[in-house]
């Protein structure tokens, strides 16, 4: 007999708050002050930097508004919707792939929830990048068409700092799956961050495969047939008399 599958309990044993309860707030974005109203329980709970804005002095009981002029509306929608739902907004699948759409929208929203000390939504936007690679690599042949862009990288350098995990997860993603001509056919080339980051971790892991290894023998001790301008039958002239 096949095994069923088990059913979760839905049923609580202790009541809990509802993040419903209480007072909202008013958070006021961008340079057009596109205006959200969030419940104040629930955005102190996830978000540290709230947390502080609303309980420090410069902060007056009667103002429930926090200003955030150099962010996006779109970005702090997503947030809001990540906040009441612990989902993630994401584009229709098949409507993205090769623009970096949705790499971008994860990204943003990793930088604000970075901004707003929001640990756990930076973790679930990593997640969410990693998903839409693993997805869209079964939808195209070409490598190129599944990965962030250059435009993507470019952004996650000028909004992260050195050492972030986003950084570390854009040149993975380079390390294990990219090609050579996702570096000359765009403006990665361009970016100085990116690219020692990139040279030091292919230089980390360049000992990991047999290939390497035979390569870096070769290297110690075999003629530098490879570097030079003869045939591959022709004998080498560097090569010792007896």
């Keep these: 007999m096949a095994k069923q599958p088990k059913l979760q309990d839905p049923r609580g044993t ?90 971008q929208t994860f990204s943003e929203l990793y930088v604000l929830a970075e901004k707003l000390i929001d640990p756990v939504c930076q973790d679930r936007a990593i997640d969410a990048i990693v998903f839409e690679m693993r997805v869209n690599r079964s939808r195209s042949f070409y490598l190129s068409l599944y990965y ?49 980051n990139l040279i030091g971790a292919l230089h980390r892991c360049r000992t990991l495969t047999p290939r390497a290894v035979e390569k870096r023998q070769a290297f110690l001790s075999d003629l530098p047939c490879e570097y030079h301008n003869h045939d591959r039958n022709e004998r080498c002239g560097g090569m010792e008399e007896h």
């Excluded at 420090?56 to 926090?66: G, I, L, M, N, P």
């Excluded at 862009?149 to 993603?173: C, F, H, W």
């Design 148 to 196: 962030p862009t250059a435009n993507n990288i470019e952004y996650v350098y000028q909004n992260t700092p050195a050492g972030s995990s986003l950084r570390k997860l854009m040149v993975d993603a380079y390390v294990y799956q990219g090609a050579d001509y996702w570096i000359e056919d765009t403006v990665i080339g361009q970016n100085h961050e990116f690219l020692v």
């Design 14 to 103: 202790e009541a809990t708050e509802s993040f419903f309860d209480g007072k909202t707030i008013e958070v006021v974005v961008g340079p057009q002050k596109t205006s959200f109203h969030v419940h104040e329980k629930r955005i102190r709970s996830q978000s540290a930097f709230f947390d502080t804005a609303l309980k420090t002095r410069w902060q007056k009981a009667e103002d429930r508004r926090v200003n955030l002029p150099d962010d996006k509306p779109e970005t702090f929608k997503n947030y809001v919707h990540w906040l009441y739902t612990s989902k993630l907004q994401s584009e229709k699948p098949g409507n993205t792939l090769g623009t970096g759409s949705s790499y």
